[in-house]
Antibody, heavy 117, light 107 residues
Framework: EVQLVESGGGLIQPGGSLRLSCAAS????????MNWVRQAPGKGLEWVSY???????FYADSVKGRFTISRDSSKNTVFLQMNSLRAEDTAVYYC???????????WGQGTLVTVSS | DIQLTQSPSFLSASVGDRVTLTCRAS??????LAWYQQKPGKAPKVLIY???TLQSGVPSRFSGSGSGTEFTLTISSLQPEDFAIYYC?????????FGGGTKVEIK
């Protein structure tokens, strides 16, 4: 069974940094597209970043140059390093991976990041 | 990027009503579309994928149709547990974008 468990969220001041983790089980992260999707309070879903099985990474324009996605195959975990955080980065951050068919996402439970002074 | 536009953004309906939600894509995406249901404080839950395939365990009152740029999600008889926000997602091209959502509320 595919499971994704996010951690690392919290309250951080503007300009600060935070690293989110997504521990996966039931599959191998290095063989899958791994994504981060966020949802600001009361808003819709926004795709943030992915790392491809071959290692290529891609980012939404809103986070490019500030966020870095990476993975640790030995821990079967994906990370999102978030630097230069802004108030508008406040959101629940979900880790998500594609079903084998490539037809939909499996989701974690999310972790809340609040950027505020 | 492929833009997805959902309509309506808000829908008020009664238990037992038949409701239809629409998702339009800015470019053709074949049948690479999924529908999710989200309730407060929870992660999205997949209902339909490849436009019309019902996810295992999802009630048969949910159905999806469409291809190319226009898609619909239909709930044949709205139940109390169906009041939620519904999102479409295209899986044709990265970034895998989402629609803005349709909130279904009790009339």
């Amino acid at each position: 069974e595919v499971q994704l468990v996010e951690s690392g969220g919290g309250l951080i001041q503007p300009g600060g940094s935070l690293r989110l983790s997504c521990a996966a089980s039931g599959f191998t992260v290095s063989n899958n597209y791994m994504n981060w999707v966020r949802q600001a309070p009361g808003k819709g879903l926004e795709w943030v970043s992915y790392v491809y099985s071959g290692g290529a990474t891609f980012y939404a324009d809103s986070v490019k140059g500030r966020f870095t996605i990476s993975r640790d195959s030995s821990k079967n975990t994906v990370f999102l390093q978030m630097n230069s955080l802004r108030a508008e980065d406040t959101a629940v951050y979900y880790c998500a991976t594609l079903h084998d068919s490539g037809s939909y996402f499996y989701w974690g439970q999310g972790t809340l990041v609040t950027v505020s002074s | 990027d492929i833009q997805l536009t959902q309509s309506p953004s808000f829908l008020s309906a009664s238990v037992g009503d038949r409701v239809t939600l629409t998702c339009r894509a800015s470019h053709g995406i074949s049948s690479y579309l999924a529908w999710y249901q989200q309730k407060p404080g929870k992660a999205p839950k997949v209902l339909i994928y490849t436009a019309s395939t019902l996810q295992s365990g999802v009630p048969s009152r949910f159905s999806g149709s469409g291809s190319g740029t226009e898609f619909t999600l239909t709930i044949s008889s709205l139940q109390p547990e169906d009041f939620a926000i519904y999102y479409c997602q295209q899986l044709n091209t990265y970034p895998l974008t989402f629609g803005g959502g349709t909130k279904v509320e009790i009339k």
